[in-house]
């Protein structure tokens, strides 16, 4: 019971701070400025681990390789953690950058399909604010391919259906790969 609440409370600090850092990248990517709400929790929760690194690791065009880094860091840390818990042999070590690499890729997907939630949600209300201004923009370079290819319904867009779809398939076929490299 223990290590389950361990490894519970590690998955959502660590999920929070590794998300954090991803959308910091995903938004750079974007263009998107941080002077709204979720830039400014972004940078709070980041900015700790981030800075440090960005002076050893440089941006590599538009790609702020820093909070990738930084992100990939944390996953080893939580999964390293994890693995002193466990116990894990000397063999288990050997896993330790591959369990992050999916606990990024995870990461990643997960925020994908929690921002086409609040994106669909706040579709259907209407409500206009620099907030729902920003998910849009993070939406939109998912939703654009498919929406070439699925119509409008009576007036309804259900590339964000279609896309949450296939990100939960996405999320099984990680899942199955990952523990398939564990067995």
């Known amino acids: 019971m223990l290590f389950q609440i361990v490894s519970f409370l590690l998955d ?6 590794t998300g954090a850092c991803l959308v910091r990248l995903y938004m750079q990517l974007q263009r998107i400025p941080f002077g709204n709400p979720l830039g400014r929790l972004v940078f709070a929760l980041s900015d700790w681990i981030v800075m440090p690194l960005r002076r050893v690791i440089p941006p590599s065009g538009r790609w702020d390789v820093s909070s990738l880094a930084a992100a990939l860091l944390l996953q080893l840390a939580q999964y390293a953690i994890l ?19 999916f606990g990024l890729v995870r990461i990643g997907v997960s925020g994908l399909i929690g921002l086409l939630i609040i994106y669909a949600v706040l579709s259907w209300v209407q409500a206009r604010s620099p907030l729902s201004d920003v998910i849009e ?7 654009r391919p498919l929406r070439r290819f699925i119509p409008l319904v009576g007036g309804v867009d259900l590339s964000p259906l279609v896309a949450l779809v296939l990100l939960q398939v996405v999320m099984i076929v990680l899942g199955n790969l990952q523990a398939a490299m564990l067995r």
């Open 12 to 17: 959502v600090v660590g999920g929070l701070l």
């Open 83 to 101: 693995g002193l818990l466990l116990g894990a042999g000397a063999g288990g070590w050997a896993w330790l950058p591959w369990l992050a690499l």
């Open 137 to 143: 923009r993070l939406c939109n370079p998912v939703l």
